[in-house]
């Protein structure tokens, strides 16, 4: 025994192994600490498997032993057999619930199945028994993080490396948690102590290359992004999400203002506005400018990120070219040779539809009903599935079956979804993700089909020479508009987006205190996503408030940290935290949509306006009010007004807008007949007429398709209006 263990003190792990196998042939075949020894020996090799044999054995013999139990556990945390490892660690529970080590070791076990406030729970206890418990005290740290509660997590990786000074893991989950709360000058300090105690630790040196990029710093920031990533290949696919989907061989590299773009947009995300005047005036140099590498803002997730900055309309189609060409060189890097196309013989005009959104998202919401309503003597739909949807997704299984054809491509590189589109023939290629979340723009720069469309996804240009034309509707384009787009232009005579008409609106018998509201309140209501929000509406809103006593402004509850960023500038502009109401997440749409009727009134946002919120908003009979801007993305709520026929709820400015809310607000006879108006509006207007809207849908491909088939370029085109239709 003594020999065995000093072999594994030394880690001369193999020796160790072998002297257990002898021992155990030749003196005592039935010895538990032999078992034991051999199965650390295996584990600290790699012979996960081996290890967990040997520990079992171990158990079989011992059956009460703790620690043999926890041994097993491990294993099979090792070999991702996550459920039983927690089945193993309840039974070491069992026998000794109040171990500090063993709660600890369930709390990992429970987090792992997903389980992350039962998680929480025994880590808590754990540290109730042992305040020092290791396991406990990094773990609680980063599930408070995971679990949006940010602040919290802070504060325990604070107190957590105060009370154990000696632990380099603390003090890195402290410098991760400070650089999570954009706190980048004390993250820098610890950072700096970090690498002073582990020199060539890759993983504290490329945290301190994120936060001096933060700062601005950028060629020191590269020099320790380089330094990490040689003393460690692997780090990026490690910490940047985005890229452990990258092949294994692929080259990597990460600019340093790439992770201050990044780390700005995140603070946008959740309503941290203290560097967002230096964050959008460098992003607009860098649009502009000629001179910085290639790729810098020529990412697609920065043409989304636009929508809701302080970027003009000139800026906006700048960066757009920019992405665009960088999307196409992207695709045409292999140098395959370009699709060609056989002439159309096909009775029906097949229609291809791409997106990662046939599920329960706002587009799938909007886009449910369009599918099943195609004309089916003139038209054939299929549609590619970007990514792996739930099976019991209604959204998902509803557009399933209402396709002609569907297919699940979420495991196709770019060419093969190229080369699948082409091989079934698609007339018209609809894409319905362009440059958002999870599309594969590459795949339509390959243009597999002759003729391809931006529709509902994104809403503004892709750049030009990946679609031929964009849908969008008279008033987000209006007749010399050209300088929003660089294709061609499909107006439609209403607006473009569809809708689930089938969404319950009846009225509902709740009170305001069933949602949290007050009863007597005046509730302004702004339930879009919280990177909508910027300074300049929300001084506004505040404004708003102060002028309006009796009254409360309802929002999205994301997480702790925005409310809590929020509530401290509502304090900066002398309005109570109480006056803010946050609303709970609702998965389901249809109670979510019906809790609007308990608002007064809806405050748009300024450069990125409400779109399926705002339609929700809309349909229950809650009056929206809206400033009209000049891009695309700042137009979209006006365009639904002007389709219901509700001028008078469109402003020109923040003056007309914050004196208009104002006014209703103090003028309940004026909002009453406004809500009346609305009401009728949303079933006699367009705006809510999917079967309309599909009908105008299929004038404009077959008005595209004509000219294509004329040999004539894409140019714009307005779709004449239809007769009304039933709803």
Not at 602 to 625: K, M, S
Request: glycine letters at 4%.
């Amino acid at each position: 025994y003594p020999r065995i263990m000093q072999l594994l003190q030394e880690a001369r792990h193999a020796e160790a192994e072998r002297l257990c196998n002898i021992a155990l042939k030749t003196l005592a075949a039935s010895n538990y600490l032999l078992w034991f020894y051999l199965g650390v020996a295996r584990q600290f090799q790699g012979k996960i498997v081996k290890a967990l044999e040997a520990f079992q054995k171990t158990h079989v013999i011992a059956p009460n032993d703790i620690e043999v139990i926890n041994a097993c556990a491990s294993c099979f945390e090792q070999l991702k057999r996550h459920q039983e490892a927690y089945d193993t660690t309840l039974k070491a529970y069992q026998l000794a619930p109040d171990d500090s080590a063993v709660c600890a070791n369930l709390g990992v076990a429970l987090e792992k199945l997903g389980k992350l406030d039962e998680a929480l729970s025994c880590y808590d206890t754990a540290l109730s028994y042992n305040p020092k418990n290791q396991v406990a005290l990094t773990n609680r740290g980063t599930l408070l993080t995971k679990l949006g509660r940010r602040l919290e997590g802070l504060a325990h990786n604070r107190q957590a490396h105060v009370l154990c000074p000696e632990m380099f893991g603390l003090l890195y989950n402290l410098v991760d948690a400070l650089i999570g709360m954009f706190q980048y000058d004390e993250a820098l300090t610890y950072c700096d102590a970090g690498l002073a105690w582990m020199l060539r630790h890759a993983y504290m040196m490329f945290k301190k290359g994120m936060i001096l990029s933060c700062l601005c710093r950028y060629e020191d920031a590269q020099k320790y992004l380089s330094m990490a990533q040689v003393i460690e290949p692997g780090i990026l696919r490690n910490l940047l999400p985005n890229l452990r989907q990258a092949a294994s061989n692929a080259s990597m590299y990460v600019d340093a203002r790439m992770l201050y773009f990044d780390a700005m947009y995140q603070q946008q995300l959740c309503c941290f506005w203290r560097d967002r005047g230096q964050y959008i005036k460098i992003l607009n140099n860098t649009i502009q400018s000629p001179d910085l590498p290639y790729a810098l803002v020529h990412t697609a997730e920065f043409g989304f990120r636009s929508f809701s900055l302080e970027i003009d309309a000139k800026a906006r189609l700048k960066l757009a070219k920019n992405i665009g060409n960088h999307v196409r060189d992207l695709a045409w890097i292999t140098g395959l040779p370009p699709f060609t196309f056989k002439p159309h013989k096909r009775q029906r005009l097949r229609i291809g539809h791409v997106s990662p959104d046939f599920r329960q998202h706002p587009v799938g919401y909007l886009s449910r009903q369009i599918y099943g309503l195609y004309d089916r003597e003139k038209f054939e739909v299929f549609a590619y599935s970007l990514i792996e949807v739930s099976a019991d997704d209604q959204i998902y299984q509803h557009i399933k079956k209402t396709c002609d054809v569907f297919r699940e491509v979420a495991n196709l590189n770019t060419f093969e979804l190229a080369d699948l589109i082409h091989q079934d023939e698609i007339g018209i290629l609809v894409d319905i993700a362009d440059y958002t979340t999870h599309a594969k723009p590459e795949a339509m720069a390959l243009r597999p089909a002759p003729i391809q469309i931006s529709q509902n996804g994104y809403l503004e240009s892709m750049g030009g020479g990946i679609v031929d034309y964009v849908v969008t509707d008279a008033h987000v384009y209006p007749v010399g508009g050209e300088s929003f787009w660089h294709e061609a232009v499909v107006r439609m005579p209403h607006h473009v987006l569809p809708y689930d008409n089938q969404i319950d609106n009846a009225p509902i018998d709740a009170k305001r205190s069933d949602y949290g509201l007050p009863e007597d309140a005046f509730v302004f209501c702004c339930l879009n996503k919280s990177y909508k929000i910027e300074p300049e509406i929300f001084g506004v809103w505040c404004n708003i408030l102060k002028a309006v006593p009796n009254s409360v402004l309802w929002l999205v509850n994301k997480n702790e940290q925005t409310r809590t960023n929020l509530q401290n500038e509502a304090m900066l502009r002398g309005i109570e935290i109480n006056r803010l109401i946050f609303a709970p997440f609702m998965s389901d749409v249809a109670q979510h949509c019906l809790r609007y009727q308990m608002a007064d009134l809806f405050l748009d946002t300024l450069w990125h306006n409400a779109q399926t919120t705002g339609l929700d908003a809309l349909w229950q009979g809650l009056p929206l009010l809206t400033r009209e801007g000049d891009g695309v993305s700042s137009r979209s709520a006006a365009s639904c007004l002007h389709v219901l026929g509700m001028p008078e709820l469109i402003t020109q400015d923040v003056a007309e807008y914050e004196k208009k809310a104002i006014y209703y607000a103090k003028h309940p006879a004026e909002l009453l007949a406004l809500r009346e108006k609305l009401k009728l509006a949303r079933y006699s207007s367009s705006l809510f007429n999917t079967a309309l809207t599909v009908k105008h849908l299929e004038s404009a491909y077959e008005m595209v398709w004509q000219r294509y088939e004329a040999g004539l370029p894409p140019e714009t085109i307005d779709v004449p209006s239809l007769a009304e239709v039933n709803h």
